[in-house]
């Protein structure tokens, strides 16, 4: 197996995306796995998860989303989208990797896998392309109301008048991630939300020091707002084909899946969308990032178990 960094160009605004690919020792390839990581995440975090896959005969892709890892280091601390429809860039950008995917693997089913924010941008992907996928696998995904999406997209405006479009916004990062972590305040630990390993949450300390501070600016909170509206609307989700397959899976001390409710809301949209293939995993005492969980080899598992069907 063979880990390999190339960069792929966006056509629409000709920017560079720092893709991974992980490669398979065997000719014997079982299918592609594409993944899209969170927010102030990057793709070599999955590297574990990905040689996982790659070992089982998988090869594996994964990009750092716009102002993350690399990309971070020489835009400095700053997390922002683009210009203009800052959200449907990021989605853009899995586009452009699908095209390269199927171009260098025409004949092999390609999965995309979405953890968290990287979720959004996969649902997003699913409305308007699901033809070019052949399932989709949501990881740690959220449910909003139209209130706490309008909120944010209000407040974000009120910002951007002011001045602060591409600055750093303390305020807003409170109101949207300040929340998760406060049914573990126990711990001492800001970082425990995503995981019950305090391995994991030290190596994310180590790895966040290393990339440099990151803060979303408020044109990049307001955008992400708005793809979560997009998302969850209706008249949006009916456009994914009605049999692609959808697995979603989460912690069940999960806070942005609101331990399990929000992924069962989710759920229910995919349902009333007619989408005939749906399945919910919520793994109980697991928290956000379940893929960096103590008992993540039971996650691993069931993803591997899910895609080779």
Excluded: C
């Excluded at 025409?106 to 968290?116: A, D, R, V």
């Excluded at 009333?272 to 960096?292: C, F, P, T, W």
């Amino acid at each position: 197996m063979v880990v390999k960094k190339m960069h792929i160009i966006n056509p629409k605004d000709k920017k560079s995306i720092i893709l991974y690919k992980w490669t398979v020792d065997s000719a014997d390839i079982k299918g592609v796995i594409h993944i899209v990581h969170g927010a102030l995440e990057y793709a070599k975090k999955y590297d574990h998860f990905a040689r996982f896959l790659s070992s089982r005969g998988y090869v594996v892709f994964a990009h750092n989303q716009r102002g993350h890892g690399e990309h971070t280091q020489k835009a400095g601390k700053l997390i922002d989208f683009g210009e203009k429809e800052g959200f449907s860039n990021l989605v853009g950008d899995v586009l452009a990797i699908n095209k390269h995917i199927k171009k260098e693997y025409p004949t092999q089913k390609l999965i995309l896998l979405g953890h968290s924010m990287g979720s959004f941008v996969s649902r997003y992907f699913a409305i308007n392309y699901s033809e070019r996928i052949d399932k989709l696998i949501l990881v740690g995904t959220v449910y909003t109301t139209p209130l706490a999406v309008n909120t944010i997209i209000s407040l974000s405006s009120i910002f951007q008048v002011i001045g602060y479009s591409k600055k750093g916004n303390r305020f807003l990062e409170a109101i949207v991630f300040g929340q998760f972590n406060i049914p573990f305040l126990i711990e001492r630990d800001m970082l425990s939300w995503l995981t019950s390993s305090v391995e994991e949450r030290d190596k994310h300390r180590l790895e966040a020091k290393a990339l440099g501070p990151k803060i979303f600016t408020t044109d990049a909170f307001k955008e992400m707002f708005k793809g979560l509206k997009y998302i969850s609307e209706p008249n949006n989700i009916i456009k994914i084909r009605k049999n692609l397959p959808i697995y979603i899976i989460s912690g069940g001390q999960d806070a942005v899946g609101q331990y399990g409710k929000g992924i069962r809301k989710v759920y229910q949209l995919f349902k009333e969308a007619k989408i005939l293939d749906v399945e919910v995993k919520i793994y109980k005492n697991m928290r956000h990032e379940i893929l960096n969980e103590q008992r993540k080899h039971l996650v691993y598992r069931d993803v591997l178990k899910w895609i080779s069907k």
